[in-house]
C-alpha cells in the first residue's frame, strides 16, 4: 500500500478498526474510506456491492464483525452467525467483484481446537473439535478464512487472513455482560477501588495462561501483512508469550491502584490450562510488537477513565444537566 492508495477500514468504529486508522493515519495514508453502521450497513448485500462498485477502493482490511465473549456467543449464537457470514460474504464478494487488489480478513485464535497443541500452529486449524461456547462465531469466521482461500485460487483475488490472538487496548468493551476478559477485569478493580470493596475474587485457581496483544501491535501488524505478507496460509498474530491470569490480576490490579486483596473462587472452572499461539511465521517475516504489557495496560486504564468509566459518564451527565 502506497501513501496514496485508497484503503476501507471495515469497522473502523471498533477496538481493532480504529487502532488501524490511527496507525494509517501516522504512516500518512490519505484516502482513507471510512463508513459508519448508519452509512453502510454491511449485512445488506446490495448496498455493500453499490459502495465497492462506486467507491474505487484498492485495499480493504475488514475489521468488522460482531465480537463479543462467551456470555455472548452463549446468549446470542444466532446473530453471531449470521452477522458474521453476510458481513464477510458480502465484504469479500464485493471487494472481488469490484477488482480490489488486496484484501485482509481477520480470523481469532478462537477458531483453533479446544485442544491443540501448544503453541498453537497455523496448521492445527480445523484438526480437531472446536469450543463450543463460540461456535456460531467461529464456523462463520472458518467460513470467512475458507472463502478466501477459494477466491484466491479460483479467481487469484490476493486475500489474506490474520489469525489475532486476545487484544486489548483504547476503544476495547468494558460492559460486564459481554467484554472480554482482560476488560472485564479493569472493570471489576475499577469499581472495587470506588466503592471501597475489600476483595476482588477471580474465578478459577489464576493458574490458566493466555496471551493478550495490545491493539495498536496488532494494527501495525495488520499494516506490515498488507506490506509483506501473499499467501493462502493463514498467519498468526500475537506477543509471542503468554501470562497467569492470577499474574495478569494482579497487575490490573496495581495498574488500577486497588488496595485490596485478590481471592480465587475455586467452584469456579479454570478452562484451558494455556493457549498460545506459535508466531513464529508472523516473526519470520520481520514483525515485532512494541508495547509492553503493562505499558498496554496503562494507556488502556488511562483511556477508560476518560471514555468508559462508569464513575466519569455520571459525572459528566450530571455537570451537562
Ligand atoms: N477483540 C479481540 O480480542 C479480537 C481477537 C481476535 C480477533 N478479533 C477480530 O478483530 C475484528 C475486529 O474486532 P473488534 O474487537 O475491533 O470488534 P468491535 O470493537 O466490536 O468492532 C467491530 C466493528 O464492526 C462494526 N460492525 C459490526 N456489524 C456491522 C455492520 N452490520 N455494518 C457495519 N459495521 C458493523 C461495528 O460497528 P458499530 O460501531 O456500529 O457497532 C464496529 O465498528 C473482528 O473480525 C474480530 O473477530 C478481535
Not at 468493551?173 to 469499581?191: C, N, V, W
Request: hydrophobic fraction near 40%; proline fraction near 5%; glycine fraction near 8%.
Amino acid at each position: 500500500m502506497d501513501r496514496n492508495s485508497r484503503i476501507f477500514v471495515a469497522g473502523h468504529r471498533g477496538l481493532v478498526g480504529s487502532a488501524i486508522l490511527r496507525r494509517l493515519t501516522e504512516a500518512g495514508h490519505t484516502d482513507l474510506v471510512i463508513r459508519d453502521r448508519s452509512q453502510l450497513d454491511l449485512t445488506d448485500q446490495a448496498a455493500v456491492r453499490a459502495f465497492f462498485d462506486r467507491e474505487g477502493i484498492e485495499h480493504v482490511i475488514l475489521a468488522a464483525a460482531k465480537v463479543g465473549g462467551i456470555l455472548a456467543n452463549d446468549r446470542f449464537g444466532g446473530d453471531f452467525i449470521r452477522d458474521n457470514l453476510l458481513i464477510q460474504n458480502n465484504v469479500i464478494d464485493a471487494a472481488w467483484r469490484a477488482g480490489v487488489k488486496k484484501l485482509l480478513f481477520l480470523g481469532s485464535s478462537c477458531l483453533y481446537p479446544k485442544h491443540a497443541e501448544q503453541p498453537i500452529k497455523e496448521e492445527a486449524l480445523l484438526s480437531g473439535p472446536m469450543e463450543p461456547s463460540n461456535k456460531p462465531y467461529a464456523v462463520a469466521k472458518i467460513a470467512g478464512i475458507t472463502m478466501c482461500q477459494a477466491y484466491r485460487r479460483q479467481y487469484g483475488f490476493n486475500a489474506i487472513c490474520a489469525m489475532p490472538s486476545n487484544l486489548y487496548g483504547p476503544g476495547d468493551h468494558f460492559d460486564p455482560e459481554t467484554s472480554h476478559a482482560l476488560p472485564g477485569m479493569i472493570r471489576r478493580f475499577h469499581d472495587a477501588k470506588l466503592a471501597g470493596d475489600p476483595t476482588v475474587t477471580l474465578w478459577g485457581t489464576g493458574t490458566p495462561r493466555r496471551e493478550f496483544l495490545y491493539v495498536d501491535d496488532m494494527a501495525d501488524a495488520c499494516l506490515h501483512l498488507m506490506d509483506h505478507y501473499d499467501s493462502e496460509e493463514i498467519i498468526n498474530v500475537g506477543p509471542g508469550d503468554d501470562i497467569a491470569i492470577a499474574d495478569l490480576a494482579a497487575l490490573i490490579r496495581d495498574t488500577v491502584g486497588y488496595t485490596g486483596t485478590l481471592t480465587h473462587d475455586l467452584s469456579k472452572p479454570d478452562g484451558h490450562p494455556r493457549k498460545l499461539m506459535d508466531v513464529s511465521r508472523l516473526f519470520a517475516t520481520g514483525w515485532r510488537p512494541r508495547v509492553s504489557l503493562e505499558e498496554g495496560l496503562r494507556r488502556t486504564y488511562d483511556w477508560f477513565l476518560e471514555n468508559a468509566a462508569p464513575d466519569r459518564r455520571q459525572a459528566s451527565k450530571q455537570a451537562a444537566e
